[in-house]
């Protein structure tokens, strides 16, 4: 039983160790606001995905502004964006991306259209 006692009171401080460790790396590969929308790396990963996702949908779409955007680093820079898009011929809307940049390359992982609950269809719910 004292040996079991001791494994126990050398192996408690080293389990909490890690458990502390697992929760810092989490928190430190949360999302980051970007400080400078207008920066001009942030307007290519933007126009990238605008770009990218007019050519998958045969859409013309203009890129307008940038409106917020936050990253998340892991193996490479994930960025997810806030955009306003001009389709040709029709009113700007407000689009959510997702660009993952890799060893100097950009990848489109969503490009989806932001949608505003009115406050009556909140209530319904």
């Given at each position: 039983m004292e040996r079991r006692s001791s494994f126990y009171r050398a192996f408690l401080p080293l389990l909490v160790l890690c458990l502390l460790l697992a929760v810092?790396?989490?928190?430190?590969r949360g999302w980051a606001p970007i400080?400078?929308?207008e920066d001009p790396h942030v307007r290519e990963v933007a126009q990238y995905a605008v770009s990218e996702h007019?050519?998958?949908k045969h859409l013309q779409l203009k890129l307008d502004?940038?409106?917020e955007g936050e990253t998340?680093?892991?193996s490479g820079i994930?960025?997810?964006l806030v955009l306003t898009v001009e389709e040709k011929g029709a009113d700007t809307?407000?689009?959510t991306v997702v660009v993952v940049e890799e060893n100097a390359k950009l990848h489109l992982?969503?490009?989806k259209k932001v949608v505003i609950k009115s406050e009556s269809s909140h209530r319904a719910m």
């Open positions: 810092v790396t989490i928190e430190a400080k400078d929308v007019g050519r998958l502004k940038v409106v998340q680093k892991d994930t960025y997810r809307k407000d689009y992982k969503s490009f």
